[in-house]
């Protein structure tokens, strides 16, 4: 038996769909389905149902699902301690989440959640499918995410708990230099429109910024797209255009040319999220770094963690739902 079945098998239980976890798994949906089959044929007996749809797993699928990742991770301890790395499981902890959070928020992080502990970390950067991933397939210990109702993460609440870190506000930037030109005055005009630094398409801050443009247009070009907050934030440094970056980011690094733009109506308020498996609760050092962020959770409710460690962010206040019709973004 390869791991990679175990892993192909817990995405598919995740996803309930074969197309979903063979592009989350990176790989052809042929290949995935053989691999699953040679799972299924090792056992010696089925895990999916292939005879109704949407995909559902057997009795026996659902019953070894909820063994699965603990093999998975029994197995990958095993490797690491037989390869001969000084680090023991219950004293390192693997973290996914967004290369934005990793570089603005992670360090504070680390300092507060670890103290005098002997913890040692291994961190996961990547998009929210790839991160999702990694958690699902076990490959991390826990996840930390942006999150927001209307762009929720799927996650099983029977299989993974949640605590919320704190909130802060996506909202649009520019330099000062490009405000004193008159040139990032939002909603813009039809004959002046705005230029635009944007996410590329699928990634989700793109997902979060479609949703305050649907509330309240605005007449803009596109100027620039990327998939990585820092990229936007220098091109906005530089007097490109306006970027949607959070207050973490901005805040983090140094950038004092920047300047919030255009009010609430165009911000959006997320909440700082992380994930870890319910079957994991036996591992001491993530039950005592779990509590740890449970702790500073609670001890920062209403978002005083985020905005704590984001000395410097503008002020933030609720978003109205109303529309404003009559604008468009081009």
Known sequence: MELRWLQDFLMVAETGNFTRAAEKRNTFQAAFSRRIKSLEAWLGFDLIDRSVYPTQLTPQGERFREHAGELLRQMLDSRVEL???????NEHIRIALPFAMATARLPHWWQAWSQERRLSCSVVVGNIHDLVTSLVSDNVDLMICYHHAQ???HLDP???????????FLRPYASEALVAK?????????????????YSPGVYFARLVDLILETAPIFGVRAIESDMSDVLCGMALSGRGVAWLTEGTVAASGRKRLVPIGGDKWALPLSLVAFRGRMHDGQRALNLFWSELCRHSAGHAGGGLAKGLAKGSAKTGSRPPAKRPGKLLS
Not at 83 to 89: A, E, T, Y
């Open 182 to 198: 008159g040139g990032a005055s939002l909603p813009g005009r039809a004959s002046h429109p705005v230029p635009l630094l944007m």
């Open 158 to 168: 029977d299989r993974y708990e949640r605590v919320t870190l704190g909130t802060e």
């Open 151 to 153: 762009q929720p993460i």
């Open 83 to 89: 390869g001969g790395k000084p680090l023991r499981r």
